[in-house]
Structures are given as structure tokens and as C-alpha cells.
């Protein structure tokens, strides 16, 4: 009987399923949260920018994201495009040290908002390496 937890293609399916779970559930549940209460992220958005514009446009690029994810045919995409964003919003999480009114205090706070960025995107680099098409 072979042991199962040496078996490459089950442990390869089991790490692509949970990386799918885990972009899909981030991207579609952080984008219906952007729908439905844009204004309690207005404090993330900086002031320059029209934040429930910007609030709702993030909400379906998140959702559009994580169905990606799960569609095989677009999941590297979802993947990419995953790492891509979350790459994108660093910057902001980033912005909390340097701000006169954190949104995210104490600095531990902010600190670990941005070590969960840098998981994320690598998160998505590993789901776009796992879902893109091989040649051989």
C-alpha cells in the first residue's frame, strides 16, 4: 500500500486547492465587504482620492479576482492578478508608519498588516506557478 502523504500529485492538489480557498475567500469576501460597507474603509484610502468610487471599484476587482482564482481555465490569471493587488495595496499599509492618524495602531498592528501582504502576494506567485499551463 503506498503512503499516501509521499504522493506528490495528492499533496500538489491539496496545496493548489488550498491556495484557490484561501485567494478566493480573501478576494471575494474582502470585495463584498468593500460593496456592501465602503465607507468603513474610507480611512484606508488616501485623501486625494474619491474614496467610495475608488471603495466599490476595489470591491469588484477583489471579487472578479477570486472568481478568476477558482475557474481553472483563469486561475494562474487569479493567481497574478492576486500577488498583483496585494503588491499594489502594500504601499498603503506601508503609508500607516509615516501617518499622524494610523488606521492600524499600535505600529505592531500595521506591522503585521504588512508581513500578511507579503504572504499574500506569495500566495498568489505559488497559486500562478501551480495553475499556469505547462509546455512540454
Known sequence: MPNMLSSGPLLGRAATFSLVGLVALVMIGGGLAHLATPTSFEPLVPAFLPAVPVLVL???????IGAFAIWPRTRAWGGLAFAAL?????????????????VFAPPVAASIRVLVQLLFIAAGVALWRRARPTTA
Not at 476595489?58 to 472578479?64: E, F, N, P, S, Y
Not at 496585494?86 to 494610523?102: G, N
Open 86 to 102: 496585494c503588491a499594489a495595496y502594500l504601499p498603503l499599509h506601508l503609508w500607516d508608519f509615516f501617518r499622524p492618524d494610523p
Open 58 to 64: 476595489a470591491g469588484l476587482v477583489q471579487i472578479a
